[in-house]
């Protein structure tokens, strides 16, 4: 989606590294999400913040974290506990928190150990 | 709990086929009901959603999906596919009080000259 940019595109990680994904909108939309996608499995919810200093914890949040200072941005680190981060990463936004909302979706980083 | 199946995983048509894909979803009450497509690579674009009312309901790039409540189904539809539409679809379900969506495993297509 315009809107949401994800980057880098590829981020590679050598073992006991952590690594940050960025995820930056400018559709002024509250609420940001972040996902996992392996084949197969669809998209499983790590992380999610509605507002502004706030976010809570999805499905799999270990060996994740996040932080949420600004409206425009919802960074991912993955950190070294996470022992299988090779995956497939993508950043939602969504307008509002209600579930009537459709989400927004970046680009995606995709992330693979060295 | 909410939750969608997908039963699919690949299917494969032929240019200008039409085509059906589907989706079977889990909750009490009405639910908001989404489809999305992603191409290799790249994120999820919102193809149509439905929320009330007229239960066919039309999308981008010609796509339509059909809420049946007593199927507890939500299928996409195409009349006639085109090479573009290659891609992964998933189906979404949102529901009263949840914070997030919840997708299906997605749909491979395919499709053949």
């Known amino acids: 989606d315009g809107g949401i940019t994800q980057s880098p595109k590829y981020l590679f990680r050598k073992e006991g590294q952590n690594v940050t994904l960025s995820c930056e909108q400018n559709?002024?939309?509250?609420?940001m999400y972040w996902y996992r996608q392996d084949p197969g499995q669809g998209l499983r919810l790590i992380y999610y913040?509605?507002?502004?200093?706030?976010?809570q914890k999805g499905d799999i949040a270990e060996g994740y974290s996040v932080s949420r200072e600004k409206k425009e941005s919802f960074p991912l680190t993955v950190t070294s506990a996470q022992k299988n981060p090779t995956a497939f990463y993508l950043c939602?936004?969504?307008?509002?928190?209600?579930?009537?909302?459709?989400?927004?979706f970046g680009d995606g980083t995709r992330l693979s150990i060295l | 709990a909410q939750s969608v199946t997908q039963p699919d995983i690949h299917i494969t048509v032929s240019e200008g086929a039409s085509l059906e894909l589907r989706c079977n979803y889990s909750y009490g009450a009405t639910p908001y009901l989404f489809w999305y497509v992603q191409s290799p690579g790249q994120g999820l674009q919102l193809l149509l959603k439905y929320f009330s009312g007229d239960t066919l309901v039309q999308g981008i790039k010609g796509f339509e999906a059909e809420f049946k409540r007593s199927q507890s189904s939500f299928n996409l539809r195409k009349p006639s596919v085109h090479w573009s539409d290659a891609a992964e679809y998933f189906c979404a379900v949102g529901a009263n009080g949840a914070n997030n969506l919840f997708f299906g495993t997605g749909t491979r297509l395919t499709v053949i000259p």
């Open positions: 559709l002024n939309h509250d609420a």
């Open positions: 939602a936004t969504q307008q509002g928190s209600a579930s009537n909302q459709p989400q927004h």
């Open positions: 913040s509605q507002i502004v200093n706030d976010f």
